[in-house]
T-cell receptor, first 112, second 115 residues
Framework: GENVEQHPSTLSVQEGDSAVIKCTYSDSASNYFPWYKQELGKRPQLIIDIRSNVGEKKDQRIAVTLNKTAKHFSLHITETQPEDSAVYFCAEGGSTLGRLYFGRGTQLTVWP | DSGVTQTPKHLITATGQRVTLRCSPRSGDLSVYWYQQSLDQGLQFLIQYYNGEERAKGNILERFSAQQFPDLHSELNLSSLELGDSALYFC??????????????FGEGSWLTVV
């Protein structure tokens, strides 16, 4: 569980475009994959999560996909807005312990 | 507001000193987690407690220790502080210990500056 790779580290998009952030993990026992949004100096806030029995989950402009075979999951933000600008963290968790291991984060900047 | 309360919000102290960070979990949450966030290390998992007992340990230094009390609040003790310990320390809580169907909520964090 400690190896979560997140790419890209920075992402700049024009308002209205889509943004995609990808993460890979190594622990095949992991079954919970949340995404957190963190604005500068503030706490990480859960924006969407997916569990291993689901391949895709959508909530308005945000969607997450999971490929357990390939051990990767992605965050998709459509119709981006300037207020989407923040650092986004992926994380993975196992079934027996509560701790989450986080990726290094992606600084998303949405230009108006 | 996540319901997780951390104090103090900001703390400046000198190298070699000891500080204690305090966390009150959300009402009903039994599990408490501590994370360290520095600029170059992202969110590093330190330690987890569940209902008063240590549940999992991550990259926590020997100079650091934590505990969870019967009322479920938790304290993170940082001793022999070094400049590199300057970071934002987050506490988080969840209802149960496992992450299956278990959302983790973060507090606002405690900014520690070691000078």
């Amino acid at each position: 569980g400690e190896n979560v790779e997140q790419h890209p580290s920075t992402l700049s998009v024009q308002e209205g475009d889509s943004a995609v952030i990808k993460c890979t993990y190594s622990d095949s026992a992991s079954n919970y994959f949340p995404w957190y949004k963190q604005e500068l100096g503030k706490r990480p806030q859960l924006i969407i999560d997916i569990r291993s029995n689901v391949g895709e989950k959508k909530d308005q402009r945000i969607a997450v996909t999971l490929n357990k075979t390939a051990k990767h999951f992605s965050l998709h933000i459509t119709e981006t807005q300037p207020e989407d600008s923040a650092v986004y963290f992926c994380a993975e968790g196992g079934s027996t312990l509560g701790r989450l291991y986080f990726g290094r984060g992606t600084q998303l900047t949405v230009w108006p | 507001d996540s319901g997780v309360t951390q104090t103090p919000k900001h703390l400046i102290t000198a190298t070699g000193q000891r500080v204690t960070l305090r966390c009150s979990p959300r009402s009903g949450d039994l599990s408490v987690y501590w994370y360290q966030q520095s600029l170059d290390q992202g969110l590093q998992f330190l330690i987890q407690y569940y209902n008063g007992e240590e549940r999992a340990k991550g990259n926590i230094l020997e100079r650091f220790s934590a505990q969870q009390f019967p009322d479920l609040h938790s304290e993170l003790n940082l001793s022999s502080l070094e400049l590199g310990d300057s970071a934002l320390y987050f506490c988080a809580s969840s209802v149960v210990a496992g992450t299956s169907g278990n959302t983790i909520y973060f507090g606002e964090g405690s900014w520690l500056t070691v000078v």
